[in-house]
T-cell receptor
């Protein structure tokens, strides 16, 4: 598959569960991003990995834990989430160097019950 | 911190009319301004972008203008069609070694046939 893929596409979890979101990019990019998209809110940048190193962490609660084992894969580990964490989680990738399009994945629709 | 404002939040136009969406940004070091379109249930996709060394850019029915002095930029869609209906996000970034892109809250555009 080409572009940026995300699994699962939908996830329902209880507040005591532990789950992981997966993102894979097939574009040869070397920067990857996690965004949170809630209703009536802008796209919120959560984490940025550039050349496999985390370079940005926008004060995200510790119940979200990212992992970037290589330039093609990005994970978001979730534990003890809150109902307000329910949102669409989008992964994106781009080529380091600026002025380049961010390619988004289809997102994971997360519902915390 | 950096902020991008976007107006209007919703916009309805008749098919064939023009649509204009306006954004302002706070970070004077921003020099790259992409626009993303997100159709219902789909991922955001880049439709046009502009760099700070130009004041206007056009691609068929869409155009973007930039006023760096006033720190605002606009998206213009002419001869709107029903398939233009979507949420449009403006964004700003410094175009640094990784793309920390700050998104506006989005404009929901409806084109009425």
């Amino acid at each position: 598959e080409t572009g940026v893929t995300q699994t699962p596409r939908h996830l329902v979890m209880g507040m005591t569960n532990k789950k992981s979101l997966k993102c894979e990019q097939h574009l040869g990019h070397n920067a990857m991003y996690w965004y949170k998209q809630s209703a009536k809110k802008p796209l919120e940048l959560m984490f940025v990995y550039s050349l496999e190193e985390r370079v940005e962490n926008n004060s995200v609660p510790s119940r979200f834990s990212p992992e970037c084992p290589n330039s093609s894969h990005l994970f978001l580990h979730l534990h003890t989430l809150q109902p307000e964490d329910s949102a669409l989680y989008l992964c994106a990738s781009s080529q380091v160097g600026g002025f380049d399009e961010q390619y988004f994945g289809p997102g994971t629709r997360l519902t915390v019950t | 911190g950096e902020n991008v404002e976007q107006h209007p939040s919703t916009l309805s136009v008749q098919e064939g009319d023009s649509a204009v969406i306006k954004c302002t940004y706070s970070d004077s070091a921003s020099n790259y301004f992409p626009w993303y379109k997100q159709e219902l249930g789909k991922r955001p996709q880049l439709i046009i972008d502009i760099r700070s060394n130009v004041g206007e850019k056009k691609d068929q029915r869409i155009a973007v203008t930039l006023n760096k002095t006033a720190k605002h930029f606009s998206l213009h869609i002419t001869e709107t069609q029903p398939e233009d209906s979507a949420v449009y996000f403006c964004a700003a970034s410094r175009g640094t070694s990784y793309d920390k892109v700050i998104f506006g809250p989005g404009t929901s555009l409806s084109v009425i046939p």
